[in-house]
């Protein structure tokens, strides 16, 4: 049993039911909403009936369509909302709690997760993933991510660079639009602190849709190989 498993820990939260009601209130069929995600039907139908978990990445983009805070998807539908609440709201996470999001590749505890409507979406990942076939297919979502390795080491692949190695005490911010992967290595558990850009606010979400994130520098051509074993 992990550390993110002790005590105050919360039951893992399956974003079916969520997606439904969303879907429904937007008055969009399970072939509207692929559209508008680009994942399959087969899929969304999938989740929705508790049959398949979406990754992160994929969770994020759902909520971009659905113009949702990822709090939606991932907390009980009776949870009480934040939206319109005054200035100075605050939300306390003890140690090993929040809403567990688990896949094969990792497993997500996402902070604050009563607070919907928030600028950035903070979660702890527990890296599981030892190799890129093990990973699968990169994620990548809306806006930029900071990544702050808590304990254990992991090696950052990106569709752009050459794979960078992370180290305890090490930080990286990157575009998360960028395809990107994240794989423990050494024999220790790894941990890092993750916070990126979560849609959920309008004016964030038509940003996000009617506009390419700003340049701070000439792109640069993807590397020939990603999978090179070789750390920059």
Not at 148 to 157: M, R
């Amino acid at each position: 049993m992990t550390e993110q498993r002790e005590r105050g820990a919360k039951p893992l939260i399956r974003p079916g039911a969520a997606l439904k009601a969303l879907r429904n209130k937007h008055g969009w069929s399970l072939a509207e909403l692929s559209r508008r995600t680009g994942l399959p039907v087969s899929s969304l139908s999938k989740v929705e009936n508790d049959k398949m978990d979406l990754t992160l990445d994929k969770l994020l983009r759902v909520g971009t369509a659905l113009e949702t805070d990822l709090a939606h998807l991932i907390a009980p539908l009776s949870s009480p909302g934040t939206h319109g609440e005054p200035a100075g709201r605050r939300s306390i996470t003890r140690a090993g709690e929040g809403q567990l999001i688990e896949s094969a590749v990792g497993h997500y505890r996402y902070l604050a997760h009563d607070l919907l409507n928030k600028l950035s979406l903070p979660m702890i990942i527990e890296v599981t993933a030892r190799s890129l076939e093990e990973f699968g297919e990169f994620n990548h979502h809306p806006g930029e991510e900071f990544l702050f390795v808590i304990e254990g080491e992991l090696d950052l692949y990106t569709s752009v660079y050459l794979p960078i190695s992370l180290k305890k005490g090490d930080s990286m911010y990157f575009d998360g639009s960028m395809g990107h992967a994240y794989i423990a290595v050494g024999p220790a558990p790894c941990r890092a602190l993750s916070v990126c850009i979560a849609p959920g606010m309008p004016d964030l979400l038509k940003g996000l849709e009617s506009k390419a994130p700003q340049k701070r520098e000439e792109p640069r051509a993807p590397e020939p190989a990603r999978r090179s074993p070789h750390r920059r």
